[in-house]
């Protein structure tokens, strides 16, 4: 069974910086590419990132240059780095992966950019 869990959320001001963690566990990670989207208040789920398996990556326009992911296959976890963050960055951040035609999620963690 596919299982996500992200941390590292929080409050942080405008201009700073978060690090979010998700651990897998459940499929070979090592040859699934993954997935951070974030859903803000009042607006649609959104991709963010996609890690892939071959160390490669995509970002959404919103982040790039900002945003950067990062996995560790020994840890079975992937990273997401967020600097320079601004207020529309405050969502709830998901980790995502697709095995066997099957969407996953984890729970989710609350990033907030406030000052």
């Known amino acids: 069974q596919v299982h996500l869990v992200e941390s590292g959320g929080g409050l942080v001001q405008p201009g700073g910086s978060l690090s979010l963690s998700c651990e897998a566990s459940?499929?070979?990670?090592?040859?699934?590419?993954m997935r951070w989207y974030r859903q803000g208040p009042g607006k649609e789920r959104e991709l963010v990132a996609v890690i892939y398996a071959g160390h490669s990556f995509w970002y959404a326009d919103s982040v790039k240059g900002r945003f950067k992911g990062f996995r560790d296959n020994t840890k079975k976890t992937v990273y997401l780095y967020m600097n320079n963050l601004k207020p529309e960055d405050t969502a709830m951040y998901y980790c995502?992966?697709?095995?066997?035609?099957?969407?996953?999620w984890g729970q989710g963690t609350q990033v907030t950019v406030s000052s």
């Open positions: 995502n992966t697709e095995t066997n035609f099957t969407n996953s």
């Open positions: 459940g499929f070979t990670f090592d040859t699934a590419a």
